[in-house]
């Protein structure tokens, strides 16, 4: 089971921190991601970390301005957000696979939260 949380409202340039929680015996072995979908348009790669966290992977409309890293302590996996914009507005949603950690395709996926809203302001 996955728990997104962290999303809201923020200006233009500013940051947010998104958490994703997730509880289940073979959790701490999974590989994560986070991916996000506008409003009527389709869910899209944000970024993917390791189970053990030592490999991740961006989009390019994100790189350089998102982080996502993941505490194996607390089986939580965290997306910071940095320079937002209004094209960042979207529901962010993290997602679980127990197949390679580069996968970008949604499909490959097993398992995924509930989503949460950011609302970037220009």
């Known amino acids: 089971q996955l728990q997104a949380s962290g999303g809201g409202l923020v200006q233009a340039g500013g940051s947010l921190r998104l958490s994703c929680a997730a509880s289940?015996?073979?959790?701490?072995?999974?590989?994560m991601g986070w991916f996000r979908q506008a409003p009527g348009k389709e869910r899209d790669f944000v970024a993917s970390i390791s189970w053990s966290g030592g490999n991740t992977r961006y989009a390019d409309s994100v790189e350089g301005r998102f982080t996502i890293a993941r505490d194996t302590t607390k089986n939580t996996v965290y997306l910071q957000m940095n320079s937002l914009e209004p094209e960042d507005t979207a529901v962010y949603y993290c997602?679980?696979?127990?197949?390679?950690?580069?996968?970008?395709?949604?499909?490959?996926?097993?398992?995924w939260g509930q989503g949460t809203l950011v609302t970037v302001s220009s």
């Open positions: 997602a679980a696979t127990s197949r390679n950690w580069r996968h970008r395709n949604i499909a490959m996926y097993d398992y």
């Open positions: 289940g015996r073979t959790s701490s072995t999974l590989n």
